[in-house]
Structure formats: structure tokens, C-alpha cells
């Protein structure tokens, strides 16, 4: 026995480092799969690449304004932490918005791309320079910024539906002034004063989203904690 080990340990061992690379392939492939999803978000998975996208366009910007900088592993992390929270808080505005039926039509996408600044010439949209622009700015297609276009009208529609129910009483306002004594007007201070009160709903409406959702962070999985 111990002669067949010796004559065909070389066999061993091959077997033995296959199963093994075998194992180290397995397991990167399944991390590998990982990749695909940075957080689900109640069931709905956001793509890794989206997130890379988000804080590449976020870097850009960053070196834009701070040409001479140079950003620190906080500031990276920073950043990243503030993609994932945006793609998280998107997520559940669109949820949100699809549970009431609101939605973003074509012509409000299209409008509202036409009355971006960025895309215009001597006050006109000028197709050729958005096409430009996404191809050597924002780095990606016409169809994917007009989908995210779209969602943002969305979410900004959800958002103003749910503070539209916001009110103030002349009540409020009065007792409100007198304890606060601004210096503006008493009819300035109400129209802060109910920005204010919508700001507050809001948060606490967006909280209560946090809360009830069922997230799963992939990041540390998949950067290690980088």
C-alpha cells in the first residue's frame, strides 16, 4: 500500500491542488455573484455597476471643483456611503410611487431635459451638445439618463404629493411667531414656517420608509470593507 502511495503521490497531489483551485474558483464565483447586486432594497436588487457609476460621476465632480485636491479614503468613503444611502432612499420613493400610481410621462421627460441649462446654446436645446455632453460627461446613453430622468420626476411627484397635506393654522403661526420674535413679517414667517413644517413631515414620512424596509447591504461583501 504504501509503495502505490509512494509511486503515485505525485497523483495525489494534483488531485489535491485541483480540488482546491476547484474550491477557490467556486467561491469567487459566488462572490463574483454578489457583484451584481450592492443592496436589495425589499426585494429589488441595485446593481453594483450602478453604484460604481454614481460614485465615479461623484469623484468627477468632486476633482471639477478641486482641480489641485486630492481626496482622501475618508472622503471615498464618504462618498460611497452617500451613493448607497441616495440609491437606497430612490429605491423606496419609487416604490412608493408606484404603490400610488404616480409616474413620470414621455413629454415630461423630454420637457424637462429641454429645459436643462447644460444642454442648451444661446438658450435653445441643441440636440448635438446633449448627445456631447452624455457621451463625454456623464459617460453614458441617452437611454439610461432619460430612464433616470424619469425617475426623478417620479420621486419628486411622490415627494410633493406627501407634503401636500402639510398645513399650518393661523394659530400655529401666531403663537409660533410670538415665541420665536423673527424679525421678518408675520406673513414671511408663515410661508418659512410651513417650508419648515413640510421639510419635518417629510423626513419623519422617509423615516418610517427606513424603518418598515427590508435592506441588504452587499458593499463590504463585496469591496471587503474598502
Do not use: H
Not at 462572490?31 to 429589488?44: A, E, H, K, M
Not at 448635438?128 to 411627484?157: D, G, H, M, S, W
Request: charged share 30%.
Amino acid at each position: 500500500m504504501m509503495n502505490f502511495v509512494r509511486k503515485n503521490v505525485k497523483i495525489f497531489l494534483w488531485c489535491i491542488a485541483t480540488a482546491f483551485i476547484g474550491g477557490v474558483f467556486l467561491w469567487n464565483f459566488s462572490t463574483r455573484r454578489l457583484i451584481d447586486c450592492v443592496v436589495q432594497v425589499n426585494g429589488t436588487k441595485i446593481p453594483y455597476s450602478s453604484f460604481l457609476d454614481s460614485v465615479n460621476t461623484r469623484i468627477r465632480n468632486w476633482y471639477d471643483q478641486n482641480p489641485e485636491g486630492e481626496l482622501s479614503d475618508d472622503q471615498r468613503r464618504e462618498i460611497k456611503s452617500e451613493v448607497l444611502n441616495s440609491l437606497v432612499q430612490e429605491q423606496l420613493l419609487l416604490q412608493e410611487a408606484k404603490r400610488y400610481g404616480i409616474y413620470a410621462s414621455q413629454s415630461e421627460v423630454i420637457n424637462t431635459i429641454r429645459s436643462l441649462p447644460q444642454f442648451q446654446k444661446e438658450g435653445k436645446f441643441d440636440p448635438r451638445l446633449y448627445f456631447y455632453i452624455l457621451q463625454n460627461y456623464f459617460r453614458t446613453e441617452p437611454a439610461v439618463y432619460e430612464t433616470q430622468i424619469k425617475r426623478v420626476i417620479a420621486n419628486q411627484k411622490m415627494r410633493d404629493f406627501i407634503i401636500s397635506s402639510v398645513k399650518v393654522t393661523d394659530q400655529e403661526v401666531k403663537d409660533e411667531y410670538e415665541r420665536r420674535k423673527p424679525k421678518d413679517k408675520e406673513e414671511d414667517f408663515k410661508k418659512d414656517f410651513l417650508q419648515e413644517k413640510k421639510i419635518l413631515f417629510y423626513r419623519q414620512w422617509l423615516l418610517s420608509l427606513y424603518q418598515k424596509a427590508k435592506i441588504i447591504n452587499n458593499l463590504d461583501k463585496i469591496e471587503g470593507g474598502s
